[in-house]
């Protein structure tokens, strides 16, 4: 069963920050929060990931309440490029083995 | 670059038939997974593996089973192929390494068709 909730689908227009909410109520300390987005057409693909602490790569910023119940992942400058499936999980990287369990994600659409 | 192949990218098959559906890696990942996607149901994890020959099931395993005799590939098999199956299939593998980003990457998905 997928561990987050979040809203099914959000506009952003073009050149603008798409901020995508994901909560994560019942988290353990264990886990991480991983995002992936699903472009048509194609296999999903990783964004970024974190435990506790804000994060920042080349494609978003992952940010993370202080009591790890939820999250924003940031897409500064939103391009129609960006617009797919976004999905928020979260993962047992304590053990050696950490199943993938995907809910049904956020539809983000960049427009013009 | 890493990449995850799935042998079909459209396949069509009648109800009743046995159908094999195939994924390598190149990346010498430990951990396999085999999903389906319908619309308004997201991906749901089908079965999974975490070294050769071990399998477990996900959460919608009924009517598949999966065979893994090389590290590298992972096959789904169903065995008497039904309308309700239609759907499209992704398969992912990942390293395992604890603690560690054990990043997930998925091929491009096969699209099955059961008539």
């Known amino acids: 069963d997928a561990k987050t909730t979040q809203p099914p689908s959000m506009d952003c227009a073009e050149g603008r920050a798409a901020n995508l909410p994901c909560n994560h109520s019942?988290?353990?300390?264990?886990?991480?929060v991983y995002w992936y987005r699903q472009i048509h057409s194609q296999g999903p693909q990783y964004i970024i990931h974190?435990?506790?602490n804000n994060e920042t790569n080349e494609m978003a910023s992952l940010i993370i309440t202080e009591d790890r119940k939820s999250s924003t992942l940031i897409l500064p400058h939103a391009t129609l490029r960006d617009t797919a499936v976004y999905y928020c999980?979260?993962?047992?990287?304590?053990?050696?083995?950490?199943?993938?369990?995907f809910g049904t994600g956020t539809r983000l659409l960049v427009s013009p | 670059d890493v990449k995850v192949t799935q042998s079909s990218r459209y396949l069509v098959k009648r109800t009743g038939e046995k159908v094999f559906l195939e994924c390598v890696q190149d990346?010498?990942?430990?951990?396999m997974f085999w999903y389906r996607q319908d619309p308004g149901l997201g991906l749901r994890l089908i079965y999974f593996?975490?070294?050769?020959?071990?399998?477990e099931k996900g959460d919608i395993p009924e009517g598949y089973s999966v065979s893994r005799e090389k590290k590298e590939r992972f096959s789904l098999i169903l065995e008497s192929a039904s309308t309700n199956q239609t759907s499209m299939y992704l398969c992912?593998?990942?390293?395992?390494?604890?603690?560690?980003?054990?990043?997930?990457?998925f091929g491009q998905g096969t699209r099955l068709t059961v008539v």
């Open positions: 992912a593998s990942s390293p395992t390494s604890l603690g560690l980003n054990t990043e997930a990457f």
């Open positions: 019942t988290i353990s300390g264990n886990e991480y």
């Open positions: 974190g435990l506790k």
């Open positions: 999980i979260v993962r047992d990287m304590n053990t050696g083995f950490q199943k993938l369990v």
């Open positions: 990346m010498d990942h430990e951990n």
């Open positions: 593996s975490y070294d050769v020959k071990m399998k």
